[in-house]
């Protein structure tokens, strides 16, 4: 039996911005921490979950080809990542993640709504594109959770304040927990980094309108 505890240890020093990175193998279940005002529960590596009539679950497939959504009541088996949601109960969906992304984002970047909201606010999956040498944003901070596993390639996660800045590298398979407020930006050298965020909040859908432009508010620029 697998500890629940929503103060998970840090990966390296303690960091006071909210952050925490769990290594690719990694098996464990995160949950929501208290003062958070959404309840999602992040099950890492393989586990069988009972999912609850009035939650949802978002999961990757074995072969990490298609994401899946699916409501309670259900058992879900998933091998490398599993977002349960309270109260949220959408139609059963199932996507691929081969064609790539299709919505411009920022600095070169691209996305793909994995699950587009129906409703701003409904939680979504993103599929996130870096090409080598950039970042996602600027520095920049989210006012709800993100569950961020890492699909393909290279970068590096920067969090913290211009005081006080810490680096990890993110590498295919681990998964980056981003609390609320946490000021953060992803970056890349030579390689190109892939990634797949689960807003637990969203903001709103549209091509330049949707949940990783809206949702994202600049610090410092």
């Known amino acids: 039996m697998i500890a629940r505890a929503e103060d998970a240890p840090l990966i390296g020093p303690a960091d006071p911005y909210g952050v925490r990175y769990y290594p690719r193998g990694t098996v464990d279940i995160v949950d929501a921490r208290a003062n958070n005002l959404y309840c999602y529960t992040a099950y890492l590596g ?3 979950v009972v999912l609850e009539r009035g939650d949802c679950a978002y999961w990757l497939s074995d072969d990490l080809e298609t994401a899946s959504l699916r409501r309670g009541p259900a058992k879900i088996t998933s091998r490398h990542i599993l977002t349960v ?7 059963h969906r199932t996507t691929s993640m081969q064609q790539g992304t299709t919505l411009p984002y920022v600095n070169g970047c691209s996305t793909k709504q994995l699950f587009p909201p129906d409703r701003p606010g409904d939680p979504t999956l993103q599929l996130l594109y870096m090409p080598p040498h950039t970042t996602e944003q600027a520095h920049h901070i989210h006012s709800t959770a993100r569950v961020v596993y890492i699909l393909r390639g290279r970068g590096v996660s920067v969090v913290g304040t211009p005081e006080h800045m810490t680096r990890h590298d993110l590498v295919a398979g681990m998964t980056c927990v981003l609390e609320p407020m946490c000021p953060h930006h992803f970056e890349t050298g030579a390689d190109s980094l892939v990634c797949i965020p689960l807003h637990v909040f969203s ?3 549209g091509e330049f309108d949707h949940p990783m432009f809206r949702g994202t508010h600049v610090i410092n620029h």
């Open 46 to 48: 393989a586990h069988e």
């Open 85 to 91: 949601i309270r109260g949220y109960m959408p139609e």
């Open 203 to 205: 903001s709103g859908p």
